[in-house]
């Protein structure tokens, strides 16, 4: 059982700055990739940002140069650091994480979050 928890959505105004975080817990030997999405009403849910276990990260155009993804993978917990928010950012933002819930022989397992609202008022 594995269970991923976002934090730090909120509410703030057009180019101001949110940190969100999402840790993972549960039956885990281990993280590989982890990333962001989010959903807008009305929207389909659409990639944010992604990163591997080894970092190398991938990022929607539309948030390249405002957001930054990181990971620590000690906490097995991943980060989007949000800046020069914009009104159009308003959604509910997901984790997503590829877990290694099972060695011998390894099987990972795709899991999502709950979600956390993030508004950006104009």
């Known amino acids: 059982q594995v269970q991923l928890v976002e934090s730090g959505g909120g509410l703030v105004q057009a180019g101001g700055s949110l940190r969100l975080s999402c840790a993972a817990s549960?039956?885990?030997?281990?993280?590989?990739?982890m990333g962001w999405y989010r959903q807008a009403p009305g929207k389909q849910r659409e990639l944010v940002a992604t990163i591997t276990y080894s970092t190398t990260t991938d990022y929607a155009d539309a948030v390249k140069g405002r957001f930054t993804i990181s990971r620590d993978n000690a906490k097995n917990t991943v980060y989007l650091q949000m800046n020069s928010l914009k009104p159009e950012d308003t959604a509910v933002y997901y984790c997503n994480a590829v877990v290694i819930v099972s060695m011998d022989p390894e099987y990972d397992m795709e899991f999502w979050g709950k979600g956390t609202q993030v508004t950006v008022s104009s």
């Open positions: 549960g039956r885990i030997f281990g993280v590989n990739a």
